[in-house]
């Protein structure tokens, strides 16, 4: 069933690693290829020994073994088409949760932009310590099967214990049924809110934090997908290329080297309408006026440019955030840029759209039809926009 995948399993320091060694044999049975993270502690509770004969391949724990020319985290996170860190220990799921690298089962996490599965285990009271639960909520991008209820090994009753490694083997399965289905498919995704200067201390921008343009580039690498991310806000890693921008005319240009070959353009940016018409090389002087005077200029609208050279087969999705009649001034932008899709959100709620964790969006079809997403984690909502236009 599992015939040509390689599965990464990640083992930390947990009484519950021996059972991985069942985990191990369940898919090696499956016809799966293992190969094996350890964190040093992790080798207190089952040797490396038994986990090199179980899973036909040597035990990786050193961060700075390098093969053939490659480091290892590199060359690990290369391989695998999913990694499954069980048991998690606390220890190493906050460290994943601050992306802390560590370690070598650490750093491969960091680096890798493929499915992860994470199944924690550790005493009832750690798991609910409240900065425990903050690191959960953080890891909203990833596979996480919760700790069951039960006895634990510390003599202890509370939820805490290893799920059950069946429960670990089906998910991985399905993961990987459906994971790679964007596979030779190129998306080019937008995301930030461009910086117009003025002079060379202060400029125009927005609120956009870049968080939903990530979470859609992250989503589609995860499936496969050759992702380009042209952005105003920090790099997401985990071999995404990406690409830094600053004004709209520097995303614009970006965005033409990169969309004749794209699959999918998704115009995530909140892209400034307009710019100073001049940009003074030195810093505006305070003078006795109590006004001063801007002068702004049209920047292009890039969406609207795409879609009037828009090729056969591609699909270009656009956002739209509007503080009143949503619905409505989104069915009128989506006429009058003519892109396929159209994700409209209300920037007016502090809740959802810029910077914040999640959104609540409409995904308007050139139809008009219209299809709403509760509010979620905008990891989710990513995921959900491109099963919907893909
Ligand atoms: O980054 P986050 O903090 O996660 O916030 C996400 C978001 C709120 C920025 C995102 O959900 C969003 O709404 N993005 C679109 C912001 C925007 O510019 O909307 P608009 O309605 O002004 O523009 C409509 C579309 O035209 C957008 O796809 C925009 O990228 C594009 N546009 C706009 C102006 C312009 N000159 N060129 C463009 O291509």
Redo the contacts with the bound molecule.
């Keep these: 069933m599992l015939s040509g995948k390689t599965i990464l399993i990640g083992i930390t320091g947990g009484i519950a690693a021996y059972k991985i060694c069942d985990l191990i044999r369940m898919f090696k049975r499956s016809s799966a290829n293992v190969r094996v993270v350890c964190t040093p502690n992790a080798l207190n509770f089952v040797t490396r020994l038994t986990l090199q004969s179980l899973s036909g391949n040597e035990v990786a724990v050193e961060q700075f073994e390098v093969n053939e020319f490659k480091p290892e985290h590199i060359s690990c996170a290369d391989e695998a088409d999913i990694m499954v860190i069980a048991p998690c220990s606390a220890n190493t799921f906050s460290k994943i949760a601050n992306g802390c690298c560590d370690n070598l089962l650490t750093s491969i996490v960091c680096a890798f932009n493929k499915p992860v599965i994470i199944a924690p285990a550790m005493n009832c009271n750690m798991w609910e310590n409240p900065i425990i639960q903050e690191n959960f909520a953080r890891l909203s991008g990833f596979e996480i099967l919760e700790p069951e209820s039960g006895f634990l090994a510390c003599g202890t009753r509370g939820q805490g214990r290893l799920c059950k490694i069946e429960k670990i083997y089906d998910k991985t399965v399905e993961i990987l049924a459906n994971s790679r289905k964007l596979a030779g498919k190129k998306i080019v995704i937008?995301?930030?809110?461009t910086i117009e200067n003025i002079d060379p201390v202060r400029f125009l921008s927005?609120?956009?934090?870049?968080?939903?343009?990530?979470?859609l580039a992250q989503n589609a690498a995860a499936q496969g997908a050759e992702v380009v991310l042209i952005t105003t806000?920090d790099a997401p890693g985990g071999g995404i290329k990406t690409v830094k921008v600053q004004s709209?005319l520097d995303?614009?240009a970006a965005v033409e080297k990169e969309s004749g070959t794209a699959d999918c353009i998704i115009?995530?940016?909140?892209?400034?309408?307009y710019r100073p018409k001049e940009v003074s090389a030195q810093k505006l002087k305070k003078a006795d006026d109590n006004e001063l005077s801007v002068k702004l200029v049209?920047?292009?609208?890039?969406?609207?440019?795409?879609c009037k050279n828009k090729r056969e087969g591609q699909i270009i999705?656009?956002?739209?955030?509007?503080s009143e009649n949503l619905i409505e001034n989104a069915k009128a932008?989506i006429q009058h840029?003519g892109?396929d899709y159209?994700?409209?959100?209300d920037?007016s709620r502090s809740d959802i759209?810029?910077?914040?964790d999640e959104?609540e969006?409409y995904i308007i079809d050139k139809n008009l039809n219209i299809k709403k997403l509760d509010k979620a984690p905008?990891t989710v909502i990513a995921a959900k926009i491109l099963e919907e236009v893909l």
């Design positions: 937008t995301s930030g809110g927005n609120h956009s934090s870049g968080k939903t343009g990530t979470a806000a709209a995303m614009q115009m995530s940016a909140a892209v400034a309408d049209k920047n292009p609208d890039i969406l609207q440019e795409l999705v656009g956002f739209c955030a509007e932008k840029k892109c159209l994700i409209a959100n920037i759209g810029f910077g914040s959104n969006v905008k």
